[in-house]
């Protein structure tokens, strides 16, 4: 049987800066320290951790839910490629996006399931979201980049430009 992808609909945004690009760095560090705590949670108790009578004991912790979908960043001679895994997911439910040179691919995922049976009745809703972002490099022409949805794998696909894509210079190494 053959397997079909979707196209995926790029858009390009012209949005004001969230943030100036010298406090990146300065952001990531925040949000490692917050993971990090976050996931220092195992086992010690704290003021600000759960209590031992918490309404919802069997809920897994912060970290055993995935914020954001893994993904591979590679490069070729004529474009980089951004592969990310989303299981069990649309086309529909994903929206990739660039603007002021960040491309950003958004998800979300709903689920729900109901069972009725004779002796129990059984209603589970799941649902989350997700959001990755991604500096798109000077030497990508954002007017061709293409992203396409096939077995639970996103690639997004971001052509260089012309100037990018001319052959490399073998600069011979010397001995002194």
């Known amino acids: 049987m053959a397997e079909t992808s979707s196209k995926v609909p790029v858009k390009t945004e012209k949005a004001p800066a969230a943030m100036p690009p010298s406090l990146w760095p300065i952001e990531s560090l925040r949000r490692a320290v917050d993971r990090l705590f976050e996931d220092f949670d195992g086992g010690w108790r704290t003021p600000f951790s759960r209590s031992f009578f918490d309404l919802e004991p069997f809920r897994l912790p912060a970290a055993a839910w995935p914020t954001a979908p893994a993904a591979d960043v590679t490069e070729t001679d004529k474009a980089y490629e951004i592969t990310a895994e989303l299981p069990g997911m649309d086309e529909k439910n994903i929206e990739v996006k660039l ?19 004779k002796d129990y009745y059984l209603h589970e809703r ?27 794998v996103l690639t ?5 430009t012309a100037e990018a894509q001319k052959a490399e210079k073998k600069i011979a190494v010397k001995a002194a």
């Not at 603007?99 to 049976?117: F, S």
């Open 99 to 117: 603007a002021n040179d960040v491309l950003t691919i958004k998800g979300e995922k709903r689920e729900e399931k109901e069972e009725k049976k």
């Open 126 to 152: 799941s649902f989350g979201s997700f959001q990755r972002a991604f500096r798109v490099p000077e030497s990508v022409d954002t007017d061709k980049i293409d992203a396409s949805f096939k077995n639970g």
């Open 156 to 160: 997004v696909t971001l052509p260089k």
